[in-house]
């Protein structure tokens, strides 16, 4: 009887004050990304981090060009510390009633390579973190 006792108080202390799989706190970061000054869908935003093995921070942007950063496991924000902030060109929609080609919009390499010194970063940390970047084209 002791033992089920026990394991009783384990589980409920277990779900009253965690198992601690929440893991490193996350922190929001939002933004907003237009293109040549227009806001644009779906434009992929990928946080890298500067030091740390944070893995999974995606973005992606709305009609606005407004976006919201999630982590794996679908928690909304990235955990503290530095990250430089990569940009992927929204795929082209094709619309099969006209005989028009595609529009793609084409990103200068600056905006996707995680080597470049011109990427924009952001300090993550207490509060939130807002991102604003133009992608210029011309």
Not at 76 to 83: D, E, I, K, V
Not at 133 to 138: E, G, H, N, S
Request: proline share 7%; with cysteine.
């Amino acid at each position: 009887m002791l033992k089920v006792r026990m394991l009783l108080w384990v589980g409920f202390a277990a779900t009253v004050l965690g198992c601690g799989g929440g893991g490193v706190p996350v922190h929001p970061v939002t933004g907003t990304i237009t293109v040549d000054g227009t806001p644009t869908a779906g434009i992929g935003v990928t946080l890298v981090s500067e030091g740390s093995a944070a893995m999974g921070l995606t973005g992606v942007t709305d009609d606005q060009g407004a976006f919201e950063i999630v982590a794996a496991g679908g928690y909304q924000g990235a955990p503290t510390g530095t990250y430089k902030v990569l940009l992927s060109a929204p795929r082209a929609e094709v619309d099969y009633s006209s005989n028009k080609a595609p529009v793609e919009v084409q990103f200068p390499p600056q905006y996707s390579n995680p080597n470049s010194a011109e990427l924009t970063t952001v300090e993550v940390g207490d509060g939130d973190s807002v991102v604003t970047i133009d992608v210029k084209t011309k």
